[in-house]
């Protein structure tokens, strides 16, 4: 609180709490009493103020977080876009660089929506390079064509 006109202020406390207080002012970095009296005084009207006005404060609290809410769930789908694209582009390069038909690619793919739905992401990425998808793949005929995205 840097003001330009200081009033000095005299306080008849118990001496517990002076000296409680003072514990608690060296634990907390303060250097001074009147620094440390000002901030808990600033905090306390604060309180205070925040307490009558807490509904209005509260809508705007809302409305300031709904509006960031969307700002993340944009980016985040932006991101997600991003990264589904790019992900396609190399599998595509993968493809045809090793030569795999377009039904060994939709098997492929059938084969990972299957183990990825059946673990829901819960094999960590080591057991994944040391060969846990090949131990326990699941066996099922693949179907030929793909009428929708709920066959996978």
Not at 57 to 80: P, Q
Request: net charge negative; proline share 2%; with cysteine.
């Amino acid at each position: 609180m840097e003001s330009k006109e200081k009033i000095r202020v005299s306080l008849l406390l118990d001496r517990d709490l002076v000296e409680t207080a003072d514990k608690i002012m060296k634990e907390c970095g303060y250097r001074s009493r009147n620094q440390f009296y000002s901030t808990l005084l600033a905090d306390a009207v604060a309180d205070e103020v925040t307490d009558k006005h807490k509904d209005i404060l509260g809508e705007k609290f809302a409305k300031a977080m709904e509006t960031y809410e969307e700002e993340i769930k944009r980016a985040i789908s932006k991101g997600l876009f991003r990264y589904a694209v790019h992900l396609e582009m190399i599998a595509k390069i993968l493809a045809d660089h090793y030569e795999y038909s377009e039904y060994e690619v939709d098997a492929l793919r059938h084969e990972a929506y299957k183990n990825v739905r059946r673990l829901r992401g819960k094999i960590p990425f080591d057991k994944i390079l040391a060969g846990y998808y090949v131990d326990h793949q699941i066996e099922t005929p693949l179907p030929m064509e793909w009428e929708s995205e709920e066959d996978f």
